[in-house]
C-alpha cells in the first residue's frame, strides 16, 4: 500500500512552490494532488488557482470549441 498525504500536506507544498513563483510545478503538484484525492472540494482548488493565474483554457478547463450560450 503506497502513502497518499492528506489535503493539508498537499496544500503546503502547493503553498511553497507559488511563493517561490514556481506556478506550473504548483499546478503538477494540483494534479498529483487531484489524481490522489478526486473529490469535488480538490478540483475546485485546483480550478480556481488555474482561473487566478488565467490558465483555465490551456489546461482544457474550459471547452471553447463550443458556445454554451447558444440554445
Known sequence: MA???DEKAWS??????????ELDRASQIYE???NCHPEPKSF???A???EERGM????GFLDTSS????S
Open 44 to 46: 475546485i482548488k485546483w
Open 3 to 5: 502513502w497518499e498525504p
Open 12 to 21: 503546503a507544498y502547493i503553498k511553497l512552490e507559488v511563493r517561490y513563483n
Open 32 to 34: 498529483r494532488m487531484v
Open 48 to 50: 480556481k488557482f488555474e
Open 56 to 59: 483555465l483554457g490551456a489546461l
Open 67 to 70: 458556445d454554451l450560450r447558444k
